[in-house]
């Protein structure tokens, strides 16, 4: 979403209502729903780069072009960072999707996943969410993903659990929802504390307060003879 504040609060859900069953003339009982209130702030990240004012003239490539090109992709790596496992400091700069995670499964190993805990994961999302979710999943954790089997006919013998897209574009899907993978996500081989989750991400939002852009600072830093490029978004999650 676009806010155009400072901050912008949004509702998150916390209890639903209750509906039951009652007799004729029965009171009904109060079942007001709770929520909480969490504010997007515009967290500012940027990438400052100085260039010589020689380099600038004597370059044969359009040396501005290729530095938008730069911070487009510099700023996206920061952003995936930020939105999928929180940046280090959550006062300054998002959340973060597993830092919003309230309920996690352990596993036995720090550096392995089984059939069964895959399941128990799946499962411990409440069903209400999990009709329309989707996973979130390391590289490392999708390559030990990729070679399991169910036991269906035999252990190691049943089908896959993943489950390639059947159109281009489309995700490819585990346990039936779309799966996707993230460089950002904890690592298989070295134990990270999280290297995946499932969940309804319609409840994730991403707020942009001022779009991504690139700022030439022709005057500032004349005095050594550069031309500095600044990229600049504000955003949260």
């Not at 916390?14 to 997007?40: N, Q, R, Y």
């Not at 530095?67 to 510099?74: G, H, N, P, T």
């Not at 954790?141 to 574009?169: C, H, Q, V, Y």
Request: proline share 3%.
């Amino acid at each position: 979403i676009d806010f155009g504040s400072t901050t912008h609060d949004i509702a998150v859900e916390k209890t639903l209502p209750v509906a039951s069953f009652v007799g004729e003339g029965s009171t009904i009982s109060d079942s007001t729903p709770t929520s909480e209130a969490i504010t997007l702030k515009g967290h500012k990240l940027t990438a400052l780069v100085k260039v010589s004012m020689e380099l600038m003239e004597d370059s044969r490539f359009d040396l501005a072009g290729q530095l938008s090109q730069q911070f487009a992709r510099c700023f996206s790596i920061s952003e995936e960072n930020a939105f999928i496992s929180g940046a280090s400091d959550a006062s300054t700069s998002p959340k973060g999707l597993f830092a919003g995670c309230t309920d996690g499964v352990q596993l036995a190993s720090g550096t392995a996943i089984t059939v069964e805990e895959l399941y128990i994961c799946f499962y411990a999302l409440p069903r209400q969410f999990r009709d329309q979710s989707s996973w979130v999943i390391s590289d490392s954790l999708a390559k030990e993903i990729r070679s399991m089997r169910n036991d269906e006919g035999g252990a190691g013998t049943g089908a896959f659990l993943w489950e390639p897209a059947f159109r281009e574009g489309e995700p490819d899907r585990l346990l039936g929802r779309p799966v996707f993978t993230s460089g950002s996500a904890g690592l298989m081989s070295t134990g990270d504390a999280d290297v995946g989750c499932i969940a309804d991400m319609s409840y994730y939002t991403i707020g942009d307060r001022s779009a991504f852009r690139v700022q030439r600072l022709n005057e500032l830093y004349m005095e050594k003879g550069q031309v500095a490029f600044m990229g600049i978004a504000r955003l949260d999650g």
